[in-house]
């Protein structure tokens, strides 16, 4: 039937019906639709990706033969488990009707007709390629195709390790050669993807990344995106390369001083804020002080409690009228705290911060258990330097309340610390005894 006849439309609106009822039938029924695999299959590739389709097909068809070989395809009733033994007798039959269709002859002639006949570029698209061929060749081909492939779920890395060497090799190459922000970090992606994968297989192969990381770490200063694509490859690189990653530290460590170091975060942050809420900076951070006192018995944990209250001390000293009017709570909350972490010695009468460690004691093993590895070693050395194990809440006390009286003066400090109730004074003063 030609275009311009008139049952033309009709009779395309009765095919595209019955190919709804095979894609419901399929969606809704995936184990009775088994028996009707392999017809499907040849029905659609025959239309759409052979000669049989010219001149009869139209476009919401080829779209809907295109939508039931992937739905046939990707249907997770049609996977076996990764253990087959766990599969179902179903799952089995129909994964074996896929591989024995999709066999290379037929893929190659599915994909030759995809670039040919489907992915046909215009000219506003070719001109697009001429001037920017990188968007088309990495983005489409890099990023899509092969971090798709490696982030399947049924990846096998014993499978894709034979080719590690060379598609490592050529994303690096590519990496280097393209020159786009975006295009950079496309193939970084890609590349932690691989590593994220393989773990510690690429070993061999890292070499030249980690000495061309720092370039191009330098040269992204003005692209915070692009360090954190940078920072995402780090990440992957140092679990894949283990203790060998010590000849990243030259570079690794400012790169995390630098990532880390938010001092000026709290202020930039009000600043915006008061900005959106149209509110002045120093009543919002009234508002705040107030919020942080009234919830900090919401925190039940003693060391998140400990370490709320070092934050909250870090505004002192301060010459600033909104938080010496919040003084009293801020007292109140550090004596709080003090009472959570402090234990009297009974000997001596003084209190001592019970969350202190300067090391951590090995403990006995038995001979069934494992010694810690080197890895849980360094975490314990990590906590060690964690404020709430290093820093004394007694000490940091005395030293802001010292700090404060310094920035105010005897007088204006008494006239601040009359703000306090006297019964919390006394507690105060008897925690801070001996100092």
């Known amino acids: ?28 029924h995936p184990y009775a639709f088994i028996p009707l695999i392999q017809r499907s299959l040849e029905f659609a590739v025959s239309y759409v990706f052979t000669p049989a389709g010219e001149g009869v097909t139209f476009e919401r068809f080829i779209v809907q033969c295109m939508n039931l070989i992937k739905m046939i395809v990707k249907n997770d009733a049609y996977k076996p488990a990764k253990n087959i033994d766990d ?21 190659t002639e599915i994909g030759r007709r ?30 899509t195709t092969l971090k798709l492939t490696v982030d399947d779920f049924e990846f096998r890395t014993e499978q894709f390790l034979p080719y590690l060497e060379s598609i490592f090799g050529l994303l690096f190459q590519l990496l280097q050669q393209v020159t786009e922000c975006d295009t950079k970090m496309q193939v970084l992606h890609v590349i932690s993807c691989v590593i994220e994968r393989v773990n510690i297989q690429i070993r061999p192969y890292a070499g030249c990344l980690v000495q061309y990381l720092p370039l191009l770490w330098k040269q992204s200063e003005e692209h915070n995106m692009l360090r954190c694509a940078i920072l995402t490859t780090l990440i992957h690189l140092v679990q894949g390369l283990g203790a060998e990653s010590k000849n990243l530290y030259p570079f690794l460590l400012p790169v995390i001083q630098l990532s880390t170091d938010n001092a000026g975060f709290f202020s930039s942050l009000l600043t915006q804020m008061a900005s959106e809420c149209s509110q002045e900076m120093d009543q919002l951070l009234g508002s705040v002080i107030e919020m942080w006192v009234d919830r900090m018995d919401n925190i039940t944990q003693p060391e998140r409690r400990k370490l709320s209250s070092l934050a909250l001390l870090s ?3 301060s010459d600033n009228s909104v938080i010496q009017d919040k003084f009293c709570g801020i007292i109140n909350i550090c004596l709080e705290a003090l009472h959570d972490v402090m234990t009297e010695d009974p000997e001596t009468g003084t209190y001592k911060d019970c969350m202190l460690m300067s090391h951590f004691e090995e403990p006995k093993l038995s001979e069934e258990e494992e010694p ?4 849980d070693k360094r975490k314990k050395l990590l906590a060690l330097e964690d404020p709430v194990h290093s820093v004394s809440l007694q000490q940091f ?18 006239v601040l610390m009359e703000t306090v109730d006297t019964e919390l004074v006394r507690q105060l003063q008897e925690f801070l005894q001996g100092l």
Do not use: N
Not at 91 to 99: F, G, R, V
Not at 119 to 137: G, H, Q, R
């Open 372 to 375: 810690p590895t080197e890895q």
């Open 397 to 414: 006390v005395y030293d802001k309340l010292k700090a404060q009286q310094a920035l105010l003066g005897d007088e204006s400090f008494g």
């Open 1 to 28: 039937v030609g275009s311009e006849s008139a049952c033309r439309e009709k009779l395309e609106k009765t095919i595209i019906l019955y190919t709804k009822v095979l894609l419901d039938f399929l969606e809704y």
């Open 315 to 317: 505004l002192l000293p």
């Open 114 to 143: 995809l670039v040919s006949h489907y992915f046909l570029l215009t000219e506003e698209e070719l001109t697009m390629w001429e001037e920017d061929p990188e968007s088309f060749a990495v983005e489409e081909t890099g990023a």
């Open 87 to 107: 599969s179902k007798p179903e799952s089995l039959e129909a994964h074996k009707i896929k591989t024995a269709f999709f066999t290379h002859p037929t893929l």
